[in-house]
């Protein structure tokens, strides 16, 4: 692939995915795989194997959290919806136990996401010069870490367009 056409769809794929955050899953995974694909063109042409693997390993890790997340904020509607009804407080009960399940599973999953981000986006800083990697890992991280209290959400939000501009910004090697 083109490196030209990866680091614009990486590019394109930062800022889906953080739109995504706050707007609709499925473009987090929109967002996301563009970002593999981009990214994952760019790793093969340094000939870096870690570094390719990581990238798969971030997407399977990203995609299951994205999954876990939307399950856990449908099943929150779900057991909000089901309050008004003494007959279905036991359901409502259940739906929130299944929320919380799924968000600590989403949590764990975006945390493993966010090691495996940490190296690509270091290599990406040191191969291309581009800063707002080194940023962009950092809200990354820790925005990853703090998902579980929701405050993450608006770091993730600001690393993916972060990350998306870096792509885009970015002078890469031929």
């Keep these: 692939m083109d490196l030209e056409l990866a680091k614009v769809l990486a590019g394109v794929g930062g800022l889906v995915a953080g739109?995504?955050?706050?707007?609709?899953?499925?473009?987090?995974?929109?967002?996301?795989?563009?970002?593999y694909v981009g990214l994952s063109a760019y790793?093969?042409?340094?000939?870096?194997?870690?570094?390719?693997?990581?990238?798969?390993k971030w997407l399977v890790y990203v995609v299951f959290a994205s999954?876990?997340?939307?399950?856990?904020?449908?099943?929150?509607g779900f057991?909000?919806?089901?309050?008004?009804?003494v007959w279905a407080l036991p359901l409502a009960g259940a739906a929130l136990a299944v929320a919380v399940a799924?968000?600590?599973?989403?949590?764990i999953l975006q945390v493993a996401s966010a090691y495996r981000m940490?190296?690509?986006?270091?290599?990406?800083k040191e191969t291309t010069g581009e800063g707002l990697f080194g940023a962009a890992n950092t809200l990354y991280w820790w925005g990853?870490?703090?998902?579980?209290?929701?405050?993450?959400?608006?770091?993730?939000?600001v690393a993916y367009i972060l990350i998306g501009v870096g792509f885009l910004t970015a002078k890469l090697q031929k």
């Design 19 to 35: 739109v995504g955050v706050f707007t609709n899953w499925a473009a987090v995974l929109i967002g996301t795989v563009l970002i």
């Design 43 to 56: 790793v093969e042409k340094l000939g870096d194997v870690v570094a390719k693997d990581n990238a798969v």
């Design 67 to 76: 999954v876990a997340f939307a399950v856990a904020q449908s099943a929150t």
């Design 79 to 85: 057991s909000l919806m089901s309050l008004h009804a």
């Design 102 to 107: 799924a968000w600590v599973a989403g949590w």
């Design 118 to 124: 940490r190296q690509l986006l270091t290599l990406m």
């Design 144 to 157: 990853s870490a703090l998902t579980i209290v929701l405050i993450g959400a608006v770091l993730l939000f």
